[in-house]
C-alpha cells in the first residue's frame, strides 16, 4: 500500500469494514458531559453518548479535535506510508476540515518527504463512509494520490445521503432553531426528511408525523435520485437499531443491493439531530479505476 486513506469518526463507518479495508479513523471531536472528557468512538460509544444526550442535552458539549493531535496522528502514519489522504465531514457543517488541513501543512513543513492531501466529502455520515470506502478499496491498486483524488471526486459525485429525525426536540443544539421553537414543534411530532444538499449543507425537503411513513420517503427518494437500483448503502442510527434494520430490509427488498452496512450515528453530529434519527448513504455500482 502506497497511500493510507483516513476519515473521521462521522463517517459512521463500523469498525470491522474500517479495518478490513486498512482506514485510519481519527475522532471528529472531543465530548465533555459533567466535566468529564471523552474522545467519541474510542472512550464513549455511540449508545452512551445517546444515554447522555437524553438525560440532560445541554450538559453534552462538543470540542473540535485540535491540530496538534492531528500532527500526531499524521506523524505515526508516515512511519510506514508517505502519502495520506484525509477525507473529511463537510466542510459548510465543520471546522474540522479546515483542522485538518491547517494540521497537514505544518506537518509537512517539518517533513516534505510526506505528501498528505485532505478532501472535504461535502457530507457525512454512511454517505461520507461510502466515499471512503470507495477511496480505500482504490488506494489499493491506484498508486498516485493525485489519481486517487481525481476517483474520490467521481466517487463523490455519485454518492448521496437522505436522512429522518425522530423529533425536533434536540435541533435548537445546532442553532437553527430557538430551544423553545424546537421544545413547542416536537409536540406536534414532526420528523422532519433532510439531505445533505450539493454545497455540504443541511437541508429539510419533506416531512412525515408517521416513521414507516418516513421510511417510505427515504425510499422514494433514493429511487428519485438514482439510475439503477444496483446500490450500495450504509444506514446509521442514533440509537435505534431497530429501525435501522427495518430500513435494511426495505432497501434489500426493494434494490439490487450490492452491499448493506448497518452503523452507529456519530453523536458528534447525533447531539443536534437526537437519538432515534437514521441516515442512509447510498452509492451506485461504481467504474473501476484505470
Do not use: W
Amino acid at each position: 500500500m502506497s497511500i493510507q486513506v483516513m476519515t473521521d469518526s462521522v463517517a459512521s463507518l463500523p469498525a470491522n469494514l474500517a479495518r478490513e479495508n486498512n482506514i485510519k479513523i481519527v475522532p471528529a471531536a472531543h465530548i465533555y458531559y459533567d466535566n468529564h472528557e471523552y474522545i467519541d468512538g474510542i472512550t464513549l460509544s455511540a449508545s452512551q453518548a445517546y444515554e447522555m444526550i437524553e438525560k440532560d442535552p445541554d450538559r453534552f458539549v462538543t470540542s473540535a479535535i485540535k491540530p496538534a493531535y492531528l500532527i500526531e496522528q499524521y506523524s505515526e502514519i508516515s512511519k510506514d506510508v508517505k502519502n495520506i489522504l484525509f477525507i473529511t465531514l463537510s466542510s459548510a457543517l465543520s471546522a474540522s476540515n479546515k483542522t485538518a488541513q491547517l494540521a497537514a501543512e505544518s506537518f509537512m513543513e517539518n517533513s516534505p518527504q510526506t505528501t498528505i492531501k485532505v478532501f472535504d466529502s461535502m457530507t457525512v455520515s454512511g454517505a461520507e463512509g461510502l466515499i471512503v470506502l470507495a477511496a480505500a478499496q482504490a488506494a489499493k491498486t491506484i498508486k498516485s494520490i493525485d489519481s486517487l483524488i481525481t476517483y474520490t471526486e467521481y466517487v463523490r459525485q455519485q454518492t448521496k445521503g437522505v436522512m429522518m429525525l425522530d423529533t425536533l426536540r434536540y435541533v435548537y443544539r445546532t442553532g437553527r432553531m430557538s430551544k423553545l421553537g424546537s421544545r413547542i414543534a416536537s409536540m406536534f411530532n414532526i420528523k422532519p426528511i433532510n439531505i445533505v444538499n450539493a454545497e455540504g449543507k443541511i437541508e429539510m425537503i419533506d416531512r412525515t408525523r408517521n416513521s414507516d411513513d418516513g421510511l417510505e420517503l427515504l425510499v422514494n427518494y433514493i429511487k428519485k435520485h438514482t439510475g439503477t437500483k444496483s446500490l450500495k448503502f450504509i444506514v446509521s442510527h442514533a440509537n435505534s437499531y431497530v429501525m435501522a434494520n427495518k430500513l435494511s430490509n426495505i432497501l434489500k427488498e426493494q434494490f439490487d443491493c450490492l452491499a448493506t452496512y448497518i452503523s452507529d450515528y456519530s453523536p458528534v453530529m447525533g447531539y443536534g439531530a437526537g437519538p432515534g434519527a437514521i441516515f442512509v448513504g447510498f452509492q451506485p455500482e461504481l467504474n473501476l479505476p484505470k
